[in-house]
């Protein structure tokens, strides 16, 4: 199977900034999509950031000009940069993975890491 590691998440003032990082290990063969989604309190998880067939992006409306997502492929680790942090970015974050194990035409794998937990204060 497919481990996701998180980390990097914190607290930090609003207009502040963090990086967070997901470390994929396991018998990776292919991933698919990497995408970041978070929970906040009493709220449900949402999609923030993610990559689609590789290279493609795409960010929800609400992160759109402060949060950037990349990825290092040779060290299968995926990152969300974010920048001028609100309040309301407070949440869990999660990185999620899937794609097929072993090779590009193995079964397939469908991964959540632990969270990590991300608090801006005002």
């Known amino acids: 199977q497919v481990q996701l590691v998180e980390s990097g998440g914190g607290l930090v003032e609003a207009e502040g900034s963090l990086r967070l990082s997901c470390a994929a290990s396991?018998?990776?063969?292919?991933?698919?999509?990497m995408a970041w989604h978070r929970q906040a309190p009493g709220k449900q998880r949402e999609l923030v950031a993610m990559?689609?067939?590789?290279?493609?992006?795409n960010y929800a409306d609400s992160v759109k000009g402060r949060f950037t997502i990349s990825r290092d492929n040779a060290k299968n680790t995926m990152y969300l940069q974010m920048n001028s942090l609100k309040p309301e970015d407070t949440g869990v974050y999660y990185c999620?993975?899937?794609?097929?194990?072993?090779?590009?035409?193995?079964?397939?794998?469908?991964?959540w890491g632990q969270g990590t937990q991300v608090t801006v204060s005002s």
């Open positions: 999620y993975a899937n794609g097929r194990l072993h090779s590009a035409y193995g079964p397939p794998f469908d991964s």
């Open positions: 396991g018998s990776i063969g292919a991933i698919t999509i």
């Open positions: 990559f689609t067939s590789g290279v493609s992006t």
